[in-house]
Structure formats: structure tokens, C-alpha cells
């Protein structure tokens, strides 16, 4: 498994409650992605970022959601370029569901 980081900046003025909307309305695309194991959407209202950390099960599963087009959409949208960062993910400690997931070697 991998995890994936995605940041980016948002515009000026825009508020808490206009970021979460967002989240709402992308969520059911994210959903629908059987590939995504989990994805946790973050929010610095200090430094006006939004962004989410994403549990894939291989990095080309990553790459294949966030291509050009969706790049395009954060630019259009937010008017900045998302910043990624990827992640080796052995092990996940789930207490919601109350597993631990570990990935294959």
C-alpha cells in the first residue's frame, strides 16, 4: 500500500464552510474510485491549504486519479497546482473498524 499527500493552496477569502462543501461534492467521485481504499480530507484554515491523504494499494492506482485532467480541476477551481508526495505504507491501525491492515510484502 502507499499513501499519497496532496496540498494545495486556496484563494483568498474563502471560507471553512465553502472548503467543506467541496469535500461533499467531490466525495461520491471518490466513493465510486474502487481502487481507493481511504481517503482523509485536511484542512489549515492558518496557512489556507486544503488537501487529503489517500491509502491506495500501489502508487499507478495514485497516479491513474490524480492525472492531468484532475490536475487541471484543482487549477481551475482553487487557481493552484496540488503538491504530492508519496508514501510506503506497511502497516495501518484502523480502530473505527478495529483491524490493523497490513500490506503485502
Not at 25 to 49: C, G, H, M, S
Not at 51 to 71: I, K, M, V
Not at 87 to 93: E, S
Amino acid at each position: 500500500m502507499i499513501t499519497e499527500y496532496v496540498l494545495f493552496n486556496l484563494p483568498a477569502g474563502i471560507t471553512r464552510d465553502e472548503v467543506v462543501q467541496g469535500m461533499r461534492d467531490v466525495a461520491p467521485r471518490w466513493r465510486a474510485n474502487a481502487e481507493l481504499i481511504r481517503k482523509t480530507f485536511v484542512y489549515d484554515a492558518a496557512a489556507n491549504q486544503t488537501g487529503a491523504f489517500y491509502l491506495w494499494p500501489n502508487r499507478e492506482a495514485a497516479e491513474r486519479a490524480h492525472d492531468e485532467a484532475w490536475r487541471q480541476r484543482v487549477l481551475d477551481t482553487y487557481g493552484s497546482e496540488p503538491v504530492i508526495k508519496y508514501f510506503d505504507t506497511p502497516l495501518v491501525v484502523d480502530n473505527a473498524l478495529g483491524q490493523t491492515i497490513e500490506s503485502p510484502p
